[in-house]
């Protein structure tokens, strides 16, 4: 048992942007295997090959304020327009 909560205290950072994780304020710090929901949000809910419930979920976080917009779901066109 004592491993297991030595392990945990580890993993308490996300290991890709060292967000600390699973706190209550804030919802992009969950947990996901040692990095947070911020990070492989990014990777799973991408609208080009991503896995369609966490597009849906990510795009939900977009309209509440909690992520910024990647850049390829800008409301004025795709990622390289300027």
Known sequence: MV?????????AK???CGRPLDR??????????????GC????E???????PPAIRKVQREI???LRPPFA???PTGGPDED
């Open 3 to 11: 491993e297991i909560a030595v392990r945990r205290q580890d993993k």
């Open 45 to 51: 809910g991408d609208p080009e090959d991503g896995y």
């Open 40 to 43: 492989i949000g990014e990777i």
């Open 63 to 65: 309209a509440l304020g």
């Open 24 to 37: 209550p304020d804030d919802p992009l710090s969950l947990d996901c295997g040692g990095d947070c929901w």
């Open 14 to 16: 996300c290991g890709i």
């Open 72 to 74: 390829c779901l800008r």
